[in-house]
T-cell receptor, first 117, second 113 residues
Framework: GAVVSQHPSRVICKSGTSVKIECRSLDFQATTMFWYRQFPKKSLMLMATSNEGSKATYEQGVEKDKFLINHASLTLSTLTVTSAHPEDSSFYIC?????????????FGPGTRLLVL | AQSVTQPDIHITVSEGASLELRCNYSYGATPYLFWYVQSPGQGLQLLLKYFSGDTLVQGIKGFEAEFKRSQSSFNLRKPSVHWSDAAEYFCAVGVGTGNMLTFGGGTRLMVKP
């Protein structure tokens, strides 16, 4: 089946530093990837849609200068949390859209736990 | 705008008992429908999906779901629950160009011995 990886799985950083999270589709090409944020005991909140070769589309209320997204290839999207602060601590999950076969399906990565001290 | 409701925040069932998790959606047309499962600290795993055709869909791990247009529902079922099924379950609908997903609030399933 379709596999999506994320790296790192956990990261702890100091306030003010930047953190990069990678999302890779391992066995399929994904022109579109999505970045979500999940708070404890909550559902997923879509942050942005990452399109290969073009600018990401951000959801309302998500700061594009804070959460930089780059989708340089058909198998890799990166999310950089710039000048991270404690309120950015969260669980970040990416998904990649597989358009092969019937319909379109998002496959999710295992998530990245970010803790900003 | 579309919305997804999972009425049950928590459900506890005994191992071996049957399970039904409810999902209702609001959308003007027939959306793509999905069920995902999330274990603690993990990402989401796709259980099953409905795009068209047979309204009863089979998924992995013995799960199935039935699309009922008249009730705008897509309930997830399993005839006999295993302790390893304890997790958070999310129903989602995909709509529009790009199949953007809207998630329900999730249902936490606990399995007692």
């Amino acid at each position: 089946g379709a596999v999506v990886s994320q790296h790192p799985s956990r990261v702890i950083c100091k306030s003010g530093t930047s953190v990069k999270i990678e999302c890779r589709s391992l066995d399929f090409q994904a022109t579109t990837m999505f970045w979500y944020r999940q708070f404890p005991k909550k559902s997923l909140m879509l942050m942005a849609t990452s399109n290969e070769g073009s600018k990401a589309t951000y959801e309302q209320g998500v700061e594009k200068d804070k959460f930089l997204i780059n989708h340089a290839s058909l198998t890799l999207s990166t999310l950089t949390v710039t000048s991270a602060h404690p309120e950015d601590s969260s669980f970040y999950i990416c998904s990649a859209r597989d358009i092969s076969g019937i319909g379109e399906t998002q496959y999710f990565g295992p998530g990245t736990r970010l803790l900003v001290l | 705008a579309q919305s997804v409701t999972q009425p049950d925040i928590h459900i506890t069932v005994s191992e071996g008992a049957s399970l039904e998790l409810r999902c209702n959606y609001s959308y003007g047309a027939t959306p793509y429908l999905f069920w995902y499962v999330q274990s603690p600290g993990q990402g989401l795993q796709l259980l099953l999906k409905y795009f068209s055709g047979d309204t009863l869909v089979q998924g992995i791990k013995g799960f199935e779901a039935e699309f009922k247009r008249s009730q705008s529902s897509f309930n997830l079922r399993k005839p006999s629950v295993h302790w390893s099924d304890a997790a958070e379950y999310f129903c989602a609908v995909g709509v529009g160009t790009g199949n953007m997903l809207t998630f329900g609030g999730g249902t936490r399933l606990m399995v007692k011995p």
